[in-house]
């Protein structure tokens, strides 16, 4: 297989972005808007993330706004449905981000040309408490490029400092109809998922992370360990 960077997966080597920005244009092989997500490890919220693509982008004070024109060329597959492009297609994104005191707010709206289908996602977070609260949904007309987990979906999580180094962040996320039939149209289950983050800086420059989360529909448990070091 095949990415928009140009990696291959007998390679197993690709640059993670490459691109060029002068004032608000920007263009190359980059991760788009899709890849903002919620700072736990559980949440479902995008598909394909690196696009090669063209974006101008406004920024103010508190207010950003940006529109992206991306080349898909990679297939996707969704449960029943399996979508192989023709030759290369055309997406567009469009995002509004805001930030209104302790709370932002960003809106994401794109489009596969090829599979005629797109995706909303409205994502917030507002300071409560101790810590943050994160919450997020989307809704997707049909499997697209961008989105192919469901046809609806709702996040919430709540990111809580402890202590200077330790981060612990319970999530949740619901999704609406996760299976899709031989068109890309969404229908079947809906399906749950549920389970907590707890990062900890060991020293500086050092930092782990504890992931677990359970799926409702398949019964699994999932989790990750890791260690970080950053130069």
Same mark, same amino acid.
């Given at each position: 297989s095949r990415d928009n960077s140009g990696s291959t997966a007998e390679d197993n080597f690709y640059f993670d972005e490459v691109y060029l920005q002068l004032g608000g244009f920007k263009a190359g092989t980059y991760l788009s808007w899709w890849d903002n997500d919620l700072p736990g490890e559980l949440d479902? %919220?995008?598909?394909? !993330?690196?696009? !090669?693509? #063209?974006a101008y982008i406004y920024s103010g004070d508190a207010f950003t706004a940006g529109l992206q024109v991306d080349e898909l060329s990679d297939d996707f597959e969704s449960s029943n449905f399996i979508? @192989?492009? /023709?030759?290369?297609? *055309?997406? %567009?994104? @469009?995002? #509004?981000?805001? !930030?209104?005191?302790?709370?932002? %707010?960003?809106v994401l709206g794109s489009y596969d040309f090829g599979a005629e289908d797109g995706a909303v996602r409205v994502w917030g977070s507002v300071e409560v408490g101790p810590g943050t609260l994160h919450v997020a949904g989307i809704y997707a007309s049909g499997a697209n490029a961008y989105y192919t987990a469901a046809e609806a979906t709702v996040s919430v999580a709540y990111s809580f400092k402890a202590t200077d180094k330790l981060e612990i962040i319970p999530e949740f996320q619901y999704f609406w109809d996760t299976e899709t039939d031989a068109d890309g149209d969404?229908?079947?289950?809906? /399906?749950?998922?549920?389970?907590?983050? *707890?990062?900890?800086? #060991? !020293?500086?420059g050092l930092t782990s992370k504890v992931s677990v989360g359970y799926h409702d529909l398949a019964d699994t448990w999932s989790g990750i *360990?890791? %260690?970080?070091?950053?130069f």
């Open positions: 479902f %919220l995008s598909n394909q !993330t690196r696009f !090669t693509s #063209i979508y @192989g492009r /023709d030759g290369n297609d *055309v997406g %567009l994104e @469009g995002v #509004i981000q805001a !930030t209104l005191g302790p709370a932002t %707010l960003e969404f229908g079947g289950e809906n /399906d749950w998922a549920a389970g907590a983050t *707890v990062n900890y800086q #060991i !020293t500086e *360990v890791r %260690l970080q070091r950053d």
